[in-house]
């Protein structure tokens, strides 16, 4: 590998972890790392990725580039690609990689593998392998033409805990208009429903069938345990229940003594949420379901049987 | 105005999926297929836009052999005014850019001034195919929105970003959305839908009704395997009856000191 440019984000004025971990696999690829640090007034970052790891580092620094706006990171992105011609550029698979990766690829007339969680190189070759299917399959994928574009899953590849020496060079013209205004950031409010205290959670998912099962079949065994319930991302976008009881990515980052997961598969997004638990039961009828793979204990077979026994065992054993 | 929904089909949430013999896709012939679940809230915003203002136009487009059919006259039946397929054999094994440049070529002919779809697709899990096609129209975009509403010309939209917090942004007409999954509440088509939707045109189109050639859309990426990914440790099954199961359940709190 000649060349990779790491595009590096800014989350709450510190460098994003995910982009350590960028580091850590342009490294391994070996050849000259390079990176872009788009923001304003954020030379002290560029500075910190200097030092861990993410060699010359180019740094867009404009008042227009305060938040995120998609025709500033496309001008400084492409600022960077002409001045380095790197061969491969490695972008987080973040709300931003999400919303610029596939723009910058589809202007540049070049490929691009997103989501992935490994390159592995094969001879002169790189194979780039990610999940598909909502996490049932993997895939390697080929990628032809130069440069190529990768969008890498967080929490995927280790942070790059190395220091190393390496610069800081600003770019020039990066500010501009953009057609997306940025207006605000808004916090959804916190509910009534914190399930980052839990010591117990039981989650139900789309195996549940229906909203009336989660009164009538899950929380019998929710009140058994005495936990508090929790829901996957399907279950609340259907409005079974309300958004303060998802657990994901998007939802609440949980880490209970213990976590019940009834007719959950395990997507990607709510294993992000849960899978720090100190256990994990898994519930559910297909014993391929990804859940299985960040649990402890699992249970295979149809729930409507399993928890209502459980439910009685529980509250026997309770006295 | 004039609204393209850009529609996946993908294989039902409940198939049960196998890997094709050749090892580069699932085994598809007898699997049943759906709309893509976050294309669905792309169309509902959509009807909801020409529920206000019934001058709205909606066209429904999807890239894929004749079983697309069923879900395009699925979105007829919601209210959809046009359908569009696009097949043709140089698609086969498309990439995300070769199905943007075959989108973008129908969103040209049409002058669409918004177009709706999915922030991903339930199959591949990509991502890409929206970013792509505004890059190509050349228009602005905004991913992943759980809101819109039209401000004098301008729409406002809330993308969803991490842990619950949205981006407000604004951006002008014409633009493109990507849906995240739960931003409405989706119709179901009525049976008056259904039978009006029977009446309404679906055109079919070949790469060469779009102007476009084979080597015009070649594909820079593509699977060369596909696999069930390797087992970790796993977890620890518990076997037995329904009660012998509960009893191990309870042994398992109980060592957690949780009972």
């Known amino acids: 590998m000649a060349k990779t440019l790491i595009v590096g984000e800014i989350q709450k004025g510190a460098l994003r972890e995910s982009t350590l971990e960028l580091v850590t696999l342009a490294r391994k690829l070996g050849g000259d790392v390079v990176s872009l640090l788009i923001g304003s007034g954020v030379g002290g970052v560029a500075e910190d990725l200097a030092k861990?790891?993410?060699?010359?580092?180019?740094?867009?620094?404009?008042?227009?580039?305060?938040?995120?706006?998609?025709?500033?990171?496309?001008?400084?992105?492409?600022?960077?690609?002409?001045?380095?011609?790197?061969e491969l550029i490695l972008i987080s698979s973040t709300p931003i990689g999400w919303d610029v990766a596939g723009a910058l690829a589809a202007a540049l007339d070049c490929g691009i593998?997103?989501?992935?969680?490994?390159?592995?190189?094969?001879?002169?070759?790189?194979?780039?392998?990610r999940r598909m299917f909502?996490?049932?399959?993997?895939?390697?994928?080929?990628?032809?033409?130069?440069?190529?574009?990768?969008?890498?899953?967080?929490?995927?590849?280790?942070?790059?805990?190395?220091?190393e020496s390496g610069s800081v060079v600003k770019l020039d013209g990066v500010g501009g208009d953009a057609r997306t205004k940025f207006v605000e950031i808004r916090v959804a409010p916190a509910g009534g429903h914190d399930l980052t205290k839990a010591e117990i959670i039981v989650s139900g998912g789309r195996g549940l069938q229906k909203p009336e099962n989660f009164e009538a079949v899950l929380?019998?065994?929710?009140?058994?345990?005495?936990?508090?319930?929790?829901?996957?991302?399907?279950?609340?976008?259907?409005?079974?229940l309300p958004h303060e009881y998802q657990v994901g990515s998007s939802g609440q980052i949980v880490s209970p003594k213990l976590y019940v997961a009834?007719?959950?598969?395990?997507?990607?997004?709510?294993?992000?949420?849960?899978?720090?638990?100190?256990?994990?039961?898994?519930?559910?009828?297909?014993?391929?379901?990804?859940i299985f793979e960040v649990a402890d204990v699992g249970i295979v077979g149809d729930l409507f049987e399993i928890v209502p026994a459980l439910a009685a065992a529980v509250k026997t054993a309770k006295g | 105005m004039k609204i393209l929904v850009c529609l996946k089909q993908v294989p039902h949430k409940d198939a049960r999926l196998e890997l094709a013999p050749d090892g580069k896709w699932i085994a598809d012939a007898n699997i049943k297929f759906e709309i893509n679940d976050y294309d669905?809230?792309?169309?509902?915003?959509?009807?909801?836009?020409?529920?206000?203002?019934?001058?709205?136009?909606?066209?429904?487009?999807?890239?894929?052999?004749?079983r697309v059919q069923q879900s395009l006259r699925t979105a007829l039946g919601m209210g959809a005014d046009r359908a569009i397929?696009?097949?043709d054999d140089g698609l086969a094994g498309a990439d995300s850019l070769a199905i943007a440049k075959s989108l973008a070529a129908v969103a040209r002919a049409e002058k669409v001034d918004l177009v709706l779809m999915g922030l991903m697709s339930d199959d591949t899990n990509f991502a890409l195919t929206g970013?792509?096609?505004?890059?190509?129209?050349?228009?602005?975009?905004?991913?992943?929105?759980?809101?819109?509403?039209?401000?004098?010309?301008?729409?406002?939209?809330?993308?969803?970003?991490?842990?619950?917090?949205?981006?407000?942004?604004?951006?002008?007409?014409?633009?493109?959305?990507?849906?995240?999954?739960?931003?409405?509440?989706?119709?179901?088509?009525?049976?008056?839908?259904?039978?009006?939707?029977?009446?309404?045109?679906?055109?079919?189109?070949?790469?060469?009704?779009?102007?476009?050639?084979?080597?015009?859309?070649?594909?820079?990426?593509?699977?060369?395997?596909?696999?069930?990914?390797?087992?970790?440790?796993?977890?620890?099954?518990?076997?037995?009856?329904?009660?012998?199961?509960?009893?191990?359940f309870v042994g398992k709190v109980k060592e957690l000191g949780l009972l």
């Open chain 1, 219 to 240: 929380k019998p065994l929710v009140e058994a345990l005495g936990a508090q319930m929790g829901a996957s991302r399907p279950v609340v976008d259907a409005g079974w």
């Open chain 1, 52 to 86: 861990k790891g993410g060699g010359r580092v180019l740094l867009a620094d404009d008042a227009s580039l305060a938040n995120y706006n998609l025709d500033g990171w496309q001008r400084a992105i492409r600022k960077a690609i002409d001045a380095e011609k790197p």
């Open chain 1, 262 to 290: 009834v007719g959950i598969s395990g997507a990607i997004q709510h294993l992000v949420g849960m899978k720090n638990s100190n256990f994990i039961i898994a519930i559910n009828k297909d014993a391929d379901a990804p």
């Open chain 2, 40 to 66: 669905n809230y792309a169309l509902e915003e959509a009807l909801r836009i020409k529920d206000k203002d019934p001058a709205t136009e909606v066209v429904v487009v999807s890239i894929g052999p004749d």
């Open chain 2, 85 to 87: 397929q696009i097949w």
């Open chain 2, 131 to 248: 970013p792509m096609l505004a890059a190509l129209l050349g228009v602005p975009h905004a991913t992943g929105i759980v809101s819109e509403k039209n401000e004098g010309g301008q729409l406002e939209v809330e993308r969803e970003l991490e842990g619950g917090a949205l981006e407000v942004v604004k951006l002008p007409l014409p633009c493109l959305l990507t849906a995240q999954t739960g931003m409405n509440e989706v119709r179901y088509a009525s049976l008056k839908g259904i039978m009006q939707a029977k009446k309404k045109p679906l055109d079919k189109k070949s790469l060469g009704d779009l102007g476009l050639s084979a080597g015009a859309v070649a594909s820079k990426v593509k699977i060369e395997k596909i696999y069930t990914p390797p087992k970790g440790k796993g977890a620890e099954i518990l076997s037995g009856s329904k009660d012998e199961v509960a009893q191990k």
């Open chain 1, 134 to 163: 909502n996490a049932k399959f993997d895939a390697r994928l080929r990628v032809s033409g130069t440069p190529r574009i990768a969008t890498v899953q967080p929490g995927a590849n280790e942070a790059y805990a190395g220091s």
């Open chain 1, 113 to 129: 593998a997103s989501e992935v969680i490994k390159i592995e190189p094969d001879g002169a070759d790189l194979v780039f392998v």
